[in-house]
């Protein structure tokens, strides 16, 4: 993905980030954990030393707000490895949903921030990251700039993204997805399980439980 693409991701899940502007509609259907994916593929990469503690700073106040269960699948089609010190970060504030990702790296030498030798030098200078201590991870003390100053609050993101909005409403979980997916034009349980990611069986449920309740997914969100 090119960095601006990924900036107009991430400008829109509440990270400040300079990049050209989305078209609303596309702004409000950015995915939340597609993009965690993303952030996660290009770190590995060193495409953008930025990358880290932007996403640390965004878990910092929105962690709570991730599907983990969904990043949990995306993570394993795409043996995306940074996604478990995601994991151990949230894990390290206290964000105990993070769990079921935070698995440490056994095999291999450890993966760095920065070129594996610098990593080194800077952590026997300076001492390592408390959540990076025995994950597999190397990163030195200081070298992350993690900050609440680097994404916008909870009412702000609500306002410019749809699925963060649905989980504000009915909880970090495949009910909340599936009613984005519906919100975004899902006309059958196949397709809001396609989009989602969810199996039929849930998203079949949640169409009939608000077919039964008379409701309309996107009152609902009401974005």
């Known amino acids: 993905m090119n960095k601006n693409a990924l900036n107009q991701k991430l400008a829109a899940m509440g990270i400040t980030v300079a990049s050209k502007k989305f078209p609303i509609k596309r702004a409000l259907e950015v995915d939340i954990e597609r993009t965690l994916l993303d952030v996660a593929l290009a770190i590995e990469s060193l495409e ?9 700073s965004w878990i910092k106040v ?3 707000m ?17 996604i478990r010190l995601f994991a151990f970060y949230g894990l390290h504030l206290g964000q ?4 079921i990702l935070a698995q ?8 760095a921030n920065e070129a594996i030798n610098m990593a080194k030098k800077r952590a026997a ?3 390592e990251e408390d959540w990076s201590k025995n994950t597999g991870f190397l990163i030195a003390k200081g070298s992350e700039s993690i900050h609440e100053k680097y994404v916008l609050s909870p009412t702000q993101v609500a306002k410019i993204n749809l699925m963060y ?6 909880g970090s979980s495949w009910r909340a997805d599936i009613i984005t997916s519906m919100a975004l034009g899902a006309t059958t349980p196949a397709e809001a399980a396609r989009r989602s990611g969810s199996s039929y069986e849930p998203a079949y449920r949640v169409f009939k439980e608000l077919e039964m309740a008379g ?8 974005i």
């Open 125 to 127: 200078f300076k001492g």
């Open 165 to 170: 909005r649905s989980r504000l409403i009915f």
């Open 215 to 222: 409701g309309n997914a996107r009152n609902l969100v009401n």
């Open 96 to 99: 105990s949903r993070w769990k």
């Open 48 to 56: 953008d030393r930025r990358l880290l503690g932007l996403i640390l």
């Open 104 to 111: 440490p790296i056994k095999a291999g030498p450890p993966l």
């Open 62 to 64: 929105h962690g709570e």
């Open 66 to 82: 991730v599907n983990m269960k969904r990043l949990q699948k995306f993570m394993k089609e795409e043996n995306a490895k940074w």
